[in-house]
C-alpha cells in the first residue's frame, strides 16, 4: 500500500472521535493485544486486525474517568506542556500532574489559570494551591496568588531572547499599527492587533496571513535555501531551525505540522529516499493525534490539515505552465493554490464562522507579496536582534504596504454571511471533494464539478430558519446566552466578547444588536443598543432568576440555566 498511514489516521481519529462521545473505558492492554496479534496472522487479516487495535488504541487515550472534586482547595504540582495563552487578567495553560493531593489527578492532563504577572512558559514546572472545577469531564484549576512556586523551563532561554527580541522590536518599529502586525507575524502573538484592523483581515478571508502558519514555515525554509547552496548544510540548518521556531513562536499546530513534514522531507531527502508527501502528511497527523488526541477537534489543526490535504491532491492543478513569461505562470499557480485551499477549508470556516470571503483567492496571492520581503527581512533581523533601527524600518515599510493592500481588497459587501451547515452535510461535501480531485478526469470536468459541489454545499449551508434561537453558554458563575431571530436582531446577555458570540453574529446576519451587560466598555466595538435584564422590548421579556434567567418570547418561556444548550422554535 502506497499510504499506509492514511488508513492508519482514519482509524485512530475514528476511535477519537466514537469515545469522544461515549466515553467506553477501554484498556490501552486490548489494543495493544491486537496490534501484536497482527503481527501472526497472514497479511491481508494481519492488517485488518492492526486497524482494529488502532482504532482500539484511539478510544483508550480519549478515554476521561474523571470523579467530581469536593475538596474547595486542592495542591497541584505539574509541568506546563503548551505556551500559555495570555488574556486581560489571567493567563491560562494545560498542565501535566506530577503531584496532588487528590489521587486520580497525578499523570494526567489538567487545565489551570494562573495569575497574568507569573512568568510561566512552556515546561515550567509549578506547584501551587488552587480552586478546583470540574466542567464536562476536564478539570480546571484556578491559582490562588500567594500560593505559587515555580521552576524555570529548560528552554527558558527561548522565551527570554524572544522577550528580548520584541522590546527592541518595539522600539525600533515605524509604527504601533506595524508593530502589532509584526508581533503576529513574526512570534505568533495577535494581543496588540486592533479590532478594525482585525476586522478587515476577517472580512478579505486574510485572517490567516496573520496566524502563524505552514505558509510561514514555508518562507523561513525558502529563505535557507536561498542563502545556502550546500545540501548537506541546508539539511542540517533546517533540521535545528524548525523545532525551535516552533517553540518559538507558540506551538501553532499548523506550524508544528509544517516543520514536521518539512523535517521528515529533508531528512528523507538526505538519505536519498523516496518522498511521499501525502503519507508524510498522515503520517504527521497520526504522531499528532497519538501525542495530544484532543487536538483533532482545534480549528487550527483542521484548517491546517484540510488544507494541506487539499493543496497535495491538486498539484496537478495548480502546476500549470500556460504562460511564455515565468512571472505570469507563478501568479496563476498562487491563485490556483489560494483557491484550492479556500474550497477545502470552507466546509470548516462555514461551520465554525458561519461566513466566508471569495475575496480572498484573488487577494491572497497579492498581498502574499509584500509579506514574502517581511519575513525574508525579518530573519535578518531575528539575527540582528532588532538592534538595527533601519534594517527593522525597512522590513515595517513592507508590513504597512502589506496593510494598505489589505484595506485596498476590504469590501463589507464581499464578506457572506448568514451560514450554518451541519457536521455530517460538511463531511460529505470534503469527501467529494476528494473524489473529484482523486478521479482522472479532463481537468475542464474536474473544475466543472468542483464548482457544482462548491455551488450545492452554499445553497443548503445557508441557514433560513425564521424563528429564534437561544445560545446558552456555561460560565464561571452564571450563563450567558445569545437570543436571535435570522437576518433580524441578536441579544447578547453577557459582560464579555467572545470568539463564539461573534460567530453566531456571522451566521444570524442581524440587522440590530442587543447587548444586557454589566459591562458595557467590553462592547464599544459593535454597534449595539442597550438593554435591561427585568425588562421587555420587541417580543421579548428577560428576567433574572436565582440560577440564571427566565426569557419569555411571544407566549413560549424558558428557563436558562448554567449550561451550554440551544433552544429553537418557529413562530406559529
Given at each position: 500500500?502506497?499510504?499506509?498511514?492514511?488508513?492508519?489516521?482514519?482509524?485512530?481519529?475514528?476511535?477519537?472521535?466514537?469515545?469522544?462521545?461515549?466515553?467506553?473505558?477501554?484498556?490501552?492492554?486490548?489494543?495493544?493485544?491486537?496490534?501484536?496479534?497482527?503481527?501472526?496472522?497472514?497479511?491481508?487479516?494481519?492488517?485488518?486486525?492492526?486497524?482494529?487495535?488502532?482504532?482500539?488504541?484511539?478510544?483508550?487515550?480519549?478515554?476521561?474517568?474523571?470523579?467530581?472534586?469536593n475538596q474547595p482547595y486542592i495542591f497541584v504540582d505539574c509541568k506546563v506542556i503548551n505556551i500559555p495563552q495570555k488574556y486581560?487578567?489571567?493567563?491560562?495553560?494545560?498542565?501535566?500532574?506530577?503531584?496532588?493531593?487528590?489521587?486520580?489527578?497525578?499523570?494526567?492532563?489538567?487545565?489551570?489559570?494562573?495569575?497574568?504577572?507569573?512568568?510561566?512558559?512552556?515546561?515550567?514546572?509549578?506547584?501551587?494551591?488552587?480552586?478546583?472545577?470540574?466542567?464536562?469531564?476536564?478539570?480546571?484549576?484556578?491559582?490562588?496568588?500567594?500560593?505559587?512556586?515555580?521552576?524555570?523551563?529548560?528552554?527558558?532561554?527561548?522565551?527570554?531572547?524572544?522577550?528580548?527580541?520584541?522590546?527592541?522590536?518595539?522600539?525600533?518599529?515605524?509604527?504601533?499599527?506595524?508593530?502589532?502586525?509584526?508581533?503576529?507575524?513574526?512570534?505568533?502573538?495577535?494581543?496588540?492587533?486592533?479590532?478594525?484592523?482585525?476586522?478587515?483581515?476577517?472580512?478579505?478571508?486574510?485572517?490567516?496571513?496573520?496566524?502563524?502558519?505552514?505558509?510561514?514555515?514555508?518562507?523561513?525554509?525558502?529563505?535557507?535555501?536561498?542563502?545556502?547552496?550546500?545540501?548537506?548544510?541546508?539539511?542540517?540548518?533546517?533540521?535545528?531551525?524548525?523545532?525551535?521556531?516552533?517553540?518559538?513562536?507558540?506551538?501553532?499546530?499548523?506550524?508544528?505540522?509544517?516543520?514536521?513534514?518539512?523535517?521528515?522531507?529533508?531528512?528523507?531527502?538526505?538519505?536519498?529516499?523516496?518522498?511521499?508527501?501525502?503519507?508524510?502528511?498522515?503520517?504527521?497527523?497520526?504522531?499528532?493525534?497519538?501525542?495530544?488526541?484532543?487536538?483533532?477537534?482545534?480549528?487550527?489543526?483542521?484548517?491546517?490539515?484540510?488544507?494541506?490535504?487539499?493543496?497535495?491532491?491538486?498539484?496537478?492543478?495548480?502546476?500549470?505552465?500556460?504562460?511564455?513569461?515565468?512571472?505570469?505562470?507563478?501568479?496563476?499557480?498562487?491563485?490556483?493554490?489560494?483557491?484550492?485551499?479556500?474550497?477545502?477549508?470552507?466546509?470548516?470556516?462555514?461551520?465554525?464562522?458561519?461566513?466566508?470571503?471569495?475575496?480572498?483567492?484573488?487577494?491572497?496571492?497579492?498581498?502574499?507579496?509584500?509579506?514574502?520581503?517581511?519575513?525574508?527581512?525579518?530573519?535578518?533581523?531575528?539575527?540582528?536582534?532588532?538592534?538595527?533601527?533601519?534594517?527593522?524600518?525597512?522590513?515595517?515599510?513592507?508590513?504597512?504596504?502589506?496593510?494598505?493592500?489589505?484595506?485596498?481588497?476590504?469590501?463589507?459587501?464581499?464578506?457572506?454571511?448568514?451560514?450554518?451547515?451541519?457536521?455530517?452535510?460538511?463531511?460529505?461535501?470534503?469527501?467529494?471533494?476528494?473524489?473529484?480531485?482523486?478521479?482522472?478526469?479532463?481537468?475542464?470536468?474536474?473544475?466543472?464539478?468542483?464548482?457544482?459541489?462548491?455551488?450545492?454545499?452554499?445553497?443548503?449551508?445557508?441557514?433560513?430558519?425564521?424563528?429564534?434561537?437561544?445560545?446558552?453558554?456555561?460560565?464561571?458563575?452564571?450563563?450567558?446566552?445569545?437570543?436571535?431571530?435570522?437576518?433580524?436582531?441578536?441579544?447578547?446577555?453577557?459582560?464579555?466578547?467572545?470568539?463564539?458570540?461573534?460567530?453566531?453574529?456571522?451566521?444570524?446576519?442581524?440587522?440590530?444588536?442587543?447587548?444586557?451587560?454589566?459591562?458595557?466598555?467590553?462592547?464599544?466595538?459593535?454597534?449595539?443598543f442597550p438593554v435591561i435584564e427585568n425588562s421587555c422590548f420587541r417580543e421579548l421579556c428577560i428576567y433574572k432568576t436565582k440560577?440564571?434567567?427566565?426569557?419569555?418570547?411571544?407566549?413560549?418561556?424558558?428557563?436558562?440555566?448554567?449550561?451550554?444548550?440551544?433552544?429553537?422554535?418557529?413562530?406559529?
Amino acid at each position: 500500500m502506497h499510504n499506509p498511514f492514511v488508513l492508519f489516521f482514519v482509524f485512530l481519529s475514528g476511535g477519537v472521535v466514537f469515545n469522544s462521545f461515549f466515553n467506553i473505558d477501554i484498556s490501552i492492554i486490548i489494543s495493544m493485544i491486537f496490534l501484536l496479534g497482527s503481527i501472526i496472522f497472514s497479511r491481508i487479516l494481519g492488517f485488518v486486525i492492526l486497524l482494529i487495535g488502532i482504532f482500539l488504541f484511539g478510544m483508550a487515550i480519549i478515554y476521561k474517568n474523571v470523579e467530581s472534586i469536593n475538596q474547595p482547595y486542592i495542591f497541584v504540582d505539574c509541568k506546563v506542556i503548551n505556551i500559555p495563552q495570555k488574556y486581560s487578567n489571567y493567563q491560562k495553560a494545560s498542565c501535566y500532574v506530577l503531584d496532588s493531593d487528590i489521587d486520580f489527578l497525578k499523570k494526567r492532563k489538567i487545565y489551570v489559570f494562573l495569575p497574568k504577572k507569573e512568568k510561566i512558559y512552556f515546561l515550567s514546572e509549578i506547584a501551587f494551591f488552587g480552586k478546583p472545577k470540574v466542567i464536562d469531564k476536564h478539570v480546571y484549576v484556578y491559582a490562588l496568588e500567594n500560593f505559587f512556586t515555580k521552576k524555570d523551563s529548560p528552554v527558558q532561554f527561548l522565551f527570554t531572547l524572544k522577550e528580548y527580541f520584541l522590546e527592541n522590536y518595539r522600539k525600533n518599529s515605524l509604527n504601533a499599527d506595524t508593530f502589532s502586525i509584526g508581533k503576529a507575524i513574526i512570534f505568533g502573538e495577535r494581543d496588540e492587533i486592533s479590532y478594525e484592523t482585525r476586522k478587515k483581515f476577517i472580512e478579505t478571508g486574510l485572517i490567516h496571513l496573520l496566524a502563524i502558519s505552514g505558509l510561514h514555515v514555508g518562507l523561513l525554509v525558502a529563505f535557507f535555501l536561498f542563502f545556502i547552496r550546500s545540501s548537506k548544510l541546508q539539511t542540517k540548518v533546517i533540521l535545528s531551525i524548525l523545532p525551535l521556531y516552533s517553540i518559538f513562536t507558540g506551538f501553532h499546530i499548523p506550524v508544528v505540522r509544517a516543520s514536521f513534514m518539512a523535517s521528515l522531507y529533508f531528512l528523507g531527502k538526505s538519505k536519498s529516499l523516496k518522498i511521499n508527501p501525502l503519507n508524510i502528511l498522515f503520517f504527521v497527523a497520526f504522531v499528532i493525534i497519538l501525542v495530544s488526541p484532543e487536538t483533532l477537534f482545534s480549528v487550527g489543526f483542521q484548517l491546517s490539515f484540510i488544507a494541506t490535504l487539499g493543496i497535495l491532491l491538486g498539484l496537478d492543478l495548480i502546476n500549470v505552465n500556460i504562460f511564455e513569461v515565468r512571472a505570469f505562470n507563478i501568479l496563476l499557480q498562487s491563485v490556483l493554490l489560494s483557491f484550492i485551499a479556500t474550497i477545502f477549508t470552507l466546509p470548516i470556516v462555514l461551520y465554525y464562522f458561519g461566513a466566508f470571503s471569495p475575496i480572498s483567492i484573488f487577494a491572497t496571492s497579492v498581498v502574499l507579496l509584500p509579506m514574502y520581503a517581511f519575513v525574508g527581512f525579518s530573519v535578518f533581523n531575528i539575527l540582528t536582534g532588532f538592534l538595527v533601527a533601519p534594517l527593522v524600518k525597512v522590513m515595517d515599510y513592507f508590513g504597512f504596504f502589506f496593510l494598505k493592500l489589505v484595506e485596498f481588497f476590504h469590501v463589507e459587501s464581499g464578506y457572506f454571511k448568514g451560514f450554518s451547515p451541519d457536521k455530517m452535510f460538511v463531511f460529505l461535501f470534503l469527501l467529494s471533494l476528494i473524489f473529484v480531485f482523486l478521479i482522472r478526469v479532463n481537468v475542464f470536468i474536474k473544475v466543472s464539478l468542483i464548482f457544482m459541489f462548491v455551488s450545492i454545499f452554499l445553497f443548503f449551508s445557508k441557514d433560513d430558519f425564521s424563528g429564534y434561537r437561544i445560545y446558552s453558554f456555561k460560565g464561571k458563575h452564571r450563563p450567558y446566552f445569545l437570543i436571535s431571530k435570522q437576518n433580524e436582531f441578536i441579544v447578547i446577555v453577557s459582560d464579555f466578547l467572545s470568539n463564539r458570540i461573534y460567530n453566531i453574529i456571522n451566521r444570524t446576519n442581524p440587522r440590530y444588536v442587543y447587548v444586557l451587560t454589566k459591562r458595557p466598555s467590553n462592547f464599544v466595538k459593535l454597534n449595539y443598543f442597550p438593554v435591561i435584564e427585568n425588562s421587555c422590548f420587541r417580543e421579548l421579556c428577560i428576567y433574572k432568576t436565582k440560577n440564571g434567567y427566565k426569557v419569555k418570547i411571544l407566549d413560549r418561556i424558558f428557563f436558562i440555566k448554567n449550561e451550554t444548550k440551544v433552544y429553537e422554535f418557529e413562530k406559529k
